[in-house]
């Protein structure tokens, strides 16, 4: 599924519909585009639309941060940017059991991805455009994203 995407605001609107969709769900949402495409921004969204009062910002130098979503679950963060080329097992299974779990640049951890996950491309474009791509690869994400309607 395709989605032009026009402004910030946009780009939070849809972050909250999916998290509408994933509330009380144990889920792994995997974000993927280049620098400045609007990850962070999204899982800013996503997190304040599950209940998350703590700042959320980007776990580049610390990898994983844990928060608590409203109905007291986990939301993980992964920024695995600095992990290209790490070939070790880094334990983030124990994340992907509980509660839900949002990648940035997936790429450099997919051996340790579950198979079931909603994939989101971000591509930049002029401005605040993006077109972000959605994928479901297992039953639980592919609930989520055909509960959406954008």
Known sequence: MRIEIHSIE??????QAIARLCQNKHVVITLDGDLG???????????????????INSPTFTILK??????????????AYR?????QDLGFEDCFD???T??????????????DRLSLSFEEGIDENRVITMEAKGDVSKSI??????
């Open 102 to 115: 949002v990648v940035e640049w997936s790429e450099f951890i997919q051996d340790q991805l579950p198979e």
């Open 83 to 87: 992990l290209e080329g790490a070939s």
């Open 145 to 150: 994203l055909e509960g959406y309607h954008d």
């Open 37 to 55: 495409a609007g990850k962070t921004t999204w899982t800013k969204a996503f997190g304040k639309a599950l209940g998350v009062t703590s700042t």
């Open 10 to 15: 946009e780009t939070q609107a849809l972050a």
């Open 66 to 79: 844990s928060y608590t979503q409203g109905n007291g679950q986990p939301l993980h963060h992964i920024d």
């Open 98 to 100: 509980e509660g839900i």
